[in-house]
């Protein structure tokens, strides 16, 4: 921990510019979008172009996809929904919709929204099917889910689970008699003011938009088509954003802001003839607190220095420093890479949006550099823990990618653990060597991935899960039974 530098509001803004230009050149991305948030003001930077072939420059308001950030304004839209009392986080996903299936019953019956925007479902969680761009794509991809392996127990190992969210927005629909778009639109985009948040290519392409770019060997190829699914929508597949729209939706987060627009009565000339008080936004009352308390540990944290363990709130990972607070959430889509957070004591935000498939490479080290400059956290030193060669076989394995025919192994290579990963873009793999720095937990080193946390999950002296990324990959077992399977030894 040091204490952070003392410099001038205009010095660190030039100065995080510096580190961004510099980080751009070295990550080769083609265009990316920044928001510094401090208490003394917004500072924006923006780099590059949207398009390597058709280029124009990044501007406040240029579209990039935020992916999976989209899942705390879904958890948001819940959130207003229980003000309204029209929602109960904590009764099962039944009460509202009563034909809800899951290959499990048990957990069928007792699954709560809570349970959906906390990832502990257990059931399969990347589960990915286009069911089309209709109004009823949500219900669909609900058929899909219900043919969905469950994984470990409810609220058992904890794993981020993309289809949950699928739940938690037909609810929302199922409640508001809308669709999941126009549902979110109305509770929540409006009245942050967030007037270019958008769900739909129809809607925004008329906007400036950045094309998205996937990094094959040291090349940056265009992502065709520009990937959206309606049925992943309140998990974060097609919602879209700009840097400007994510400041405000910031601010409110850290302090409750909402826009003058927003007040009931705004907006109109002293002494004219004022219409009837609008309703107050139900945002304007609501206890955003709850938003980030911790419901339970996850593990190596998603946004904490690595080693570190992180815990999840309403669909926000918390990571609780001595000095600052930081809740976060990012984002992947195809071509497009993200990652968000704000300090709600420190009332400092980063915001940083690629449309680069490493754009999260980037965004860690510049994230790093505004946690140390604005916030005095520093990554902390961590030991290599010395591991055996003989111990470090019962790590070898194969892993599942649960609902996918390509699997995850661990190895050694000339006494080295590595952990090999499938890259659906180029169809090869990726070697990442480890280096352990706690009995059964260890760190990518080097690399795009460099200082991600990887856990091996025990259950005595084997291994039944490898975490990696913050899912679970069940361990293969002799004859192709795998760790998915034996839910009661869990």
């Not at 280029?55 to 948001?76: A, C, M, N, V």
């Not at 809800?100 to 349970?115: C, G, I, M, N, Q």
């Not at 778009?181 to 109305?186: N, P, R």
Request: hydrophobic fraction near 35%; aromatic fraction near 8%.
């Amino acid at each position: 921990m040091t204490a952070p530098a003392t410099k001038s509001s205009a010095e660190l803004a030039s100065a995080f510019e510096q580190e961004a230009r510099r980080l751009l050149e070295e990550y080769k991305i083609p265009g990316v979008t920044l928001g510094l948030l401090t208490p003394d003001g917004d500072h924006f930077v923006n780099l590059g172009v949207t398009s390597l072939e058709n280029p124009l420059p990044i501007t406040e308001d240029t579209i990039f996809q935020i992916g999976s950030t989209t899942k705390t304004i879904t958890s948001l839209t819940c959130s207003v929904l229980a003000q309204q009392g029209k929602l109960d986080l904590d009764v099962p996903v039944r009460t509202y919709l009563p034909d809800f299936r899951l290959k499990d019953e048990s957990v069928a019956a007792e699954l709560t929204v809570r349970d959906v925007l906390t990832h502990q479902g257990g059931f399969q969680g990347d589960l990915f099917e286009d069911t089309g761009e209709g109004d009823d794509a949500v219900a669909k991809v609900l058929e899909k889910l219900a043919e969905s392996p469950q994984v470990v127990p409810l609220r058992g190992h904890w794993s981020y689970n993309n289809a949950g969210f699928y739940v938690a927005g037909r609810v929302i629909e199922v409640i508001t008699g809308k669709t999941y778009e126009a549902a979110v639109t109305e509770l929540v985009l409006k009245p942050l003011g967030m007037d270019h948040t958008l769900f739909f290519p129809n809607e925004i392409m008329t906007h400036r938009y950045a094309t998205g770019y996937n990094k094959i060997g040291d090349e940056m190829v265009v992502q065709r088509p520009w990937m959206m699914m309606r049925s992943a929508a309140p998990a974060g597949s097609s919602c879209s954003s700009t840097v400007s729209d994510m400041a405000r939706y910031a601010h409110f987060i850290m302090s409750g802001t909402l826009p003058p627009s927003a007040a009931p009565g705004s907006g109109h000339a002293e002494g004219a003839e004022q219409p009837e008080a609008a309703e107050e936004p139900p945002l304007k009352s609501l206890d955003r607190a709850h938003l980030w308390e911790p419901v339970r540990s996850i593990g190596v944290g998603l946004n904490s220095f690595p080693g570190e363990e992180g815990q999840i709130g309403q669909s926000w990972f918390v990571d609780q420093h001595e000095n600052a607070l930081i809740i976060s959430h990012g984002g992947t889509t195809l071509g497009h890479q993200s990652d968000f957070w704000v300090s709600p004591d420190r009332k400092v935000g980063f915001i940083a949006m690629t449309n680069a498939s490493n754009g999260h490479t980037m965004n860690r080290k510049l994230s790093d550099w505004v946690k140390r400059e604005l916030l005095g956290l520093s990554q902390p030193e961590r030991d290599t823990h010395t591991v055996g060669e003989a111990e470090l076989q019962q790590f070898v394995g194969v892993h599942e990618v649960v609902g996918q025919t390509y699997k995850i192994e661990v190895k050694l290579d000339d006494g080295q653990p590595v952990l090999i990963l499938p890259n659906p873009t180029s169809g090869g793999t990726e070697t990442l060597p480890l280096r352990f720095i706690a009995p059964q937990s260890a760190v990518v080193m080097g690399g795009d991935a460099d200082g991600i946390g990887v856990e091996f999950l025990m259950n005595g002296d084997e291994v039944d899960f490898l975490r990696f990324g913050s899912r679970l990959y069940p361990r293969e077992r002799a004859g192709g039974q795998d760790a998915a399977l034996p839910l009661e030894a869990l």
